[in-house]
């Protein structure tokens, strides 16, 4: 049985909820994750550097490496073959929303 996924911190919601090609028809719709996108921004438009992006949003390095490569696998795929991209779904909490934990059950 595989472990849980921890939630990634993100710093919001995106704006923009899809991307679609414009002038012909749509060949279909691919999903980006919530992290993912938020994955790029911080790579690519904030020009963090992998290591500090990671601690933003509380993952290994590897890990973010391992989104940020799927997100750009993603976007890619939608923009050679003209298919419409979401953002929507994932495994994600925002930035400053912590649980609370309960003391009596061990911070559980």
């Given at each position: 049985m595989p472990r849980p996924k921890k939630p990634r911190f993100v710093s919001g919601y995106p704006m923009i909820g899809?991307?679609?090609?414009?002038?012909?028809?749509?060949?279909g719709e691919v999903f980006l994750s919530v992290e993912g996108m938020e994955a790029i921004r911080l790579t690519d438009f904030e020009s963090l550097d992998q290591d500090s992006a990671a601690k933003m949003m509380e993952v290994s390095r590897q890990t973010y490496g391992r989104?940020?490569?799927e997100a750009r696998s993603i976007v890619a795929g939608a923009l050679v073959t003209g298919k419409a991209l979401r953002i929507k779904g994932g495994m994600y909490?925002?930035?400053?929303?912590r649980r609370r934990r309960c003391r009596r059950r061990g911070g559980r």
């Open positions: 899809a991307f679609v090609p414009e002038g012909m028809p749509i060949s989104i940020l490569s909490e925002f930035r400053g929303q």
